[in-house]
């Protein structure tokens, strides 16, 4: 970690910022299919929601919780469980100065595994696509996590 | 992105710095107003957290679902899907050299809509307030993200 | 914030780097805890799940909703709404320029309240041990947030 100042405005540092921007967009997508299937479905939180789509009575019935909806927040969840930690361990990982190539590698399998992982969450495809992606996802945070650890430890 | 390190202690990243912690101390403060309705409506999620306000029997029925909690609840989980986002992708534009009236526009029309947002959520104030600060949160978001990515692309 | 560029590679930001990385680490950790419960109580929140641990009929009594599980997943809702605040934090205040003894005891005390609060939570450890932890992670938090307002501030 000692030519910090240099890599900043390194490729890597560039890819960084291409592939965390590309990753962060591809989870507050995630509002935008809860809202769809929200308005699709008429399924809301908040009572006061329910004039988006209705202004009669009844409109209690429309606060209520549905499966579909559900599954879309558990996955945007999912996404902030493991995208915010990517996120602050991939910033941190490259001001350690890693290898271009390698680090193309890491951003490019996690972002991968991260966009695998929702079509197989929304899709409910069958087991074990999500739990390998989410576990790929896991494994490249984790390796760049070792190199943050190894390169820059101080306790 | 070229003069990154020059950016560093400039005026646009002394604005992000301040902005962004703002806006997460406001994040924080959810933690305080559901704390605040669970102490006060006796609703708790954990049954050891009972004993805080009860240490006789039925501590049981304490442990239960309201609807004002959940209401607080959704929206702190609403500002970490949209403030993280903005934290993020706002740190990274704050590294691309914009103008710093642009920038100031960005974090404090973000920020602004995120403090809108709280009332009108907490308060359960009707549509479309609510939908529309949280839009106009997301487009300011989009629109860091594009300056991010038409500068620093490198995939 | 006068100097920020040499900040950078000096022990303050390695030793944000190694706390920050620990603790992002421990959050990560919750998603294996949860998962140890849902595979040993042998409930789930998706149906494809359930073939993960059955091939036969009645995986549909798998989907249902457990106490065990769902204070494991409060726990990791709570990392996420209390880390995420210190690693943004936690970044600007290294960028101000503390001095190293201060800021070590910030980041300990900080990333050794949330190992306590994980067992506390975990473990259902009588109140208010759980919600003592909870309290040094926030004013820890605050501390610092404090000095980068005084800091940088740039409104």
Known sequence: MAEVVHMI???VFLAFSTYATIVVLKMMLMSFVTSYFRLTKQVFSNL?????VKTTEDRKRL???DPDVERVRRCHLNDLENIVPFVVIGFLYALTGPDLYTALLHFRVFVGSRFVHTVAYV??????????????GLFTTFSMAYRVLTTALFL
């Open 123 to 136: 899709m409910a495809l069958p087991q074990p696509t999500r739990g390998l992606t989410f576990g790929v």
């Open 48 to 52: 006061e929601d329910t004039t988006l």
């Open 9 to 11: 405005d390194s490729e």
């Open 63 to 65: 606060v209520r919780v």
